[in-house]
């Protein structure tokens, strides 16, 4: 008990000093700043200049980046950085420092008609995972992405592109790719939950210091209710992920089980969350350049990234034996 009351305390340290940084950083940091800070390295083992394997911690990361609306390829690049930890050493020292030190970026999505991926800054190599194990493409030109406008994502913008599997290399075995999808979905929904606690933050310091009827807003007992049960939703959805993240960090064999219940979780109800912070702020709510429309956006292009809320139910499902 004493052990995993430390565990605690660390987590907590780290997201506070995450969020310290980030606030210094500004909105036009690149990844090359948070590799100064070893997160690129969060999942690579210590030995080939990493951090070690450290799920709980990345999502953590991942969920502060998310809470500043951070524009880098940091998700992507961490883990293209994990792909190759684990990828045939020629390929691994070519390409695995320039990731660490985050004077390269990459990008990381599913191989499946078409990739989505999210680009910020300008990416050197592209991970692909398909039932066959990870494929690396190497040779990346913008011509090969076209603008994903369907996702309205402002923060960082979403590309889709279609790469032929056969032009890549591959670098990792499906066992391998399964273990990294899994991490990978973990940190799409920590990027939603930091989007969405920092919405409630807003709307709560909104509403407090907006007056109807003589009192302020945020004391009505409707209200309150209202802002009880987003703040109810961010603490259940760190929970489970971070419950998911340690199973994972442990090689339990429920880890796809409860990976894919957190990911169903966190995507099937923070676009609603956002929605509901929106309808509480009012008319400002729903000014298109205010802030929550980013975090609106940018929860919507998260549900969408790796896999769907139906997709993990299917996959818990199958997982669970139903």
Known sequence: MAGEDSADVDLELLRLSAREFLAERGERGTVKDLAAMDWTGLLVDEELGGAGWRPVETCVVAEELGRAQDASAWCGTTLGAAALASA???VRERLLPGLLAGSSSAGFAI???YARII???QIDSLFLLNSNGIHLISEITPEQFALDDDLLDVSRTAWR????LAAGELIGSPDR???LLRVARLLIAADSIGAV???VQRLTDYLRERVAFGAPIASFQ???HRLVELLVFVVKARAVVMRAARAIAVADARATALTAAAHAFVAAKSTA??????QLSGGIGFTWEYPLHYELRRVFTNSHLMGTARSSRALLATESGW
Not at 161 to 164: E, I, L, R, S, V
């Open 88 to 90: 045939p050493e020629q």
């Open 177 to 179: 790719a399964r273990e």
């Open 273 to 278: 969350a956002v929605d509901e912070c929106m």
């Open 111 to 113: 191989a499946d008609d």
């Open 161 to 164: 592109t279609d790469f032929d």
């Open 119 to 121: 680009r910020g800054d």
């Open 222 to 224: 409707a209200i309150q």
């Open 197 to 199: 606690a920092m919405t």
